[in-house]
């Protein structure tokens, strides 16, 4: 099946869904005048799901969307690939939103032309009501051009004195515009430290500093509940590699703990806030 008969099958499904009253809208992608780029598109009528597109420029993820209605009328009907699936279960967890508001329709996917869906472990959504095509015949880690943490594996071979001239690079670039936080799905506090009047730490002159302050804060306060979508770097405006932070921590955490992904399941708790007796402590 190609995009083409894939297009025309999410828009046959969200008119009949919209027809029927099942959902207030459906939540999903619209073209743009550029032919390479695509936008999310909230579908309301029967007329406007024939505006809906699929293509491989779908590189948006549509989860964070949710959080801006939490309490619909009516279900919201969203397309989900293995990214926004794993985001979706992470949000629920962390009470951000209800399953039951959601119709999720699942899409098993081939991967965007975003550099991270060539690391992608889970193209597959992991949690759908409807899934609209057949799943992939073939594992996405077994296919995966670029290693799970490519992005920290690279860092980790530089030595002490590359790697600290390499983040004083990131920190000197970040304009602290913080479209990573609100592009991420995981980013969830109702106020964000650096939106406080009274922080104490975190200035809002621009300086390395204080980037790095709001970057490694960033990193360890989402690193463990990371779901690997990268759209931290998708949003950022200056190309930083964000998600170096997080996979570095991610593969420190499958190093303690073993193979460890987040958001394939509702149920399942971030590393970093649980405790057990029986947790490694050679560190100590």
């Not at 459906?26 to 780029?37: E, I, M, N, S, Y």
């Not at 939106?195 to 204080?210: E, L, P, V, Y």
């Amino acid at each position: 099946m190609n995009y083409t008969e894939k297009t025309k099958l999410i828009q046959t499904r969200a008119a009949a869904l919209l027809e029927a009253g099942e959902v207030s809208y459906v939540l999903g992608w619209g073209a743009t005048r550029f032919a390479d780029k695509t936008r999310a598109r909230f579908a309301r009528s029967p007329e406007e799901a024939a505006t809906l597109v699929y293509n491989e420029h779908c590189t948006q993820s549509l989860a964070k969307y949710l959080v801006d209605d939490r309490w619909p009328e009516t279900r919201i009907a969203i397309l989900a690939r293995g990214c926004e699936s794993r985001a979706i279960n992470r949000m629920i967890r962390d009470n951000q939103i209800r399953r039951e508001n959601l119709l999720i329709l699942g899409l098993p996917c081939e991967g965007t032309d975003a550099e991270r869906c060539r690391s992608c472990r889970a193209h597959d959504p992991v949690v759908y009501d409807e899934l609209l095509w057949e799943p992939n015949s073939t594992g996405a880690a077994a296919a995966a051009e670029l290693s799970r943490y490519y992005r920290a594996d690279a860092v980790d071979a530089l030595s002490a004195a590359e790697k600290k001239a390499y983040w004083d690079d990131v920190y000197a670039r970040c304009i602290r515009c913080y479209a990573c936080r609100n592009a991420c799905p995981v980013c969830s506090c109702r106020e964000c430290f650096v939106d406080m009047h009274r922080t104490g730490f975190q200035g809002k002159r621009h300086s390395a500093t204080d980037n790095q302050t709001f970057g490694v804060t960033r990193a360890f306060h989402v690193g463990d509940r990371c779901i690997e979508c990268g759209e931290c770097e998708r949003a950022c405006p200056m190309g930083l590699p964000i998600l170096a932070q997080t996979q570095k921590i991610l593969k420190e955490i499958e190093a303690l703990a073993g193979d460890y992904e987040q958001g394939l399941d509702a149920a399942q708790d971030n590393y970093l806030g649980a405790f057990d007796l029986d947790d490694k402590d050679d560190f100590m």
